[in-house]
């Protein structure tokens, strides 16, 4: 297996021979502007620019978007994405958007697990945010809430689960005693809205699921891209030095990481 940290939740993924392009966020540097109702709006993002260029990026087996926010799909994806590529998704709501977009190969996957590639990929569920306070919050501006994770499973590979965008949460939890997954993936800058809520994790989150799963291996992404972040890559790999923690890593843009197959 190897994860190849693109730019803040977009990252390719080399799994069981497949490679998946998972939440393709692919426009130029400072494109778009911040969030109106999150901290640091007047920071344009993404922050930083792509490691490679797009076509690069795109020449993949397959596609994952865990849910349509703007910085986890756009319009320079929909572009440079072929219209027939393998597409999953999360929900109808999310199939119907892309197919407005013209693509027309899409799949949702299902909590009880999705074939593709001799790979089996379940839908995991998320709280992008606590759901009693966020959710009212997305559905007055008209913005969908649910995200989603998945974990992937091969005879061939280690357990894979990219967590998504999430907050620490009961839902994460019982993925983690479910699926005892060998590498983890947490989208984790702790993007904070103007509420002061939190809608993915915290170096306290990051730690819940090191305590959790002491035996996997936490990679960070999401990491020094969008407006609203609130922990850099840099508080992290400090809390790492502080607490002499080894199954934590933090990639760099660009930096790919290689997971070797125990069986």
């Not at 990219?162 to 993925?175: L, P, R, S, Y």
Request: aromatic content about 8%; hydrophobic content about 40%; glycine content about 4%.
């Amino acid at each position: 297996m190897k994860i190849t940290q693109i730019r803040n939740a977009t990252i390719i993924v080399d799994y069981n021979n497949t490679k998946f392009l998972i939440d393709p966020w692919l426009m130029p540097k400072e494109y778009m502007p911040g969030f109106d109702m999150a901290i640091n709006s007047q920071i344009r993002q993404p922050r930083v620019e792509l490691p490679f260029n797009i076509d690069k990026i795109v020449d993949v087996d397959a596609v994952i978007i865990t849910h349509i926010h703007p910085d986890h799909w756009d319009e320079f994806a929909e572009k440079a994405l072929d219209k027939n590529i393998k597409l999953f998704v999360q929900s109808d709501i999310d199939k119907d958007y892309v197919i407005s977009k013209g693509f027309t190969n899409i799949e949702i996957i299902s909590e009880y697990g999705t074939n593709y590639n001799d790979i089996t990929l379940y839908k995991t569920s998320t709280q992008h945010g606590k759901r009693e306070t966020i959710k009212p919050l997305c559905d007055s501006v008209n913005m969908p809430y649910d995200a989603m994770g998945v974990v992937f499973k091969s005879q061939n590979e280690k357990i894979l689960y990219i967590a998504g965008d999430t907050i620490w949460c009961n839902e994460v939890k019982n993925v983690l005693d479910k699926y005892h997954p060998d590498i983890i993936v947490v989208n984790a800058c702790a993007a904070t809205l103007l509420n002061g809520e939190r809608i993915i994790m915290n170096i306290e989150d990051v730690k819940n699921v090191l305590d959790t799963a002491p035996e996997a291996t936490v990679v960070a992404s999401h990491m020094d891209t969008v407006s609203h972040l609130s922990i850099t890559r840099q508080d992290l790999k400090e809390f790492k030095t502080k607490n002499k923690i080894d199954n934590l890593l933090i990639p760099d843009d660009g930096e790919t990481l290689i997971f070797a197959n125990d069986n």
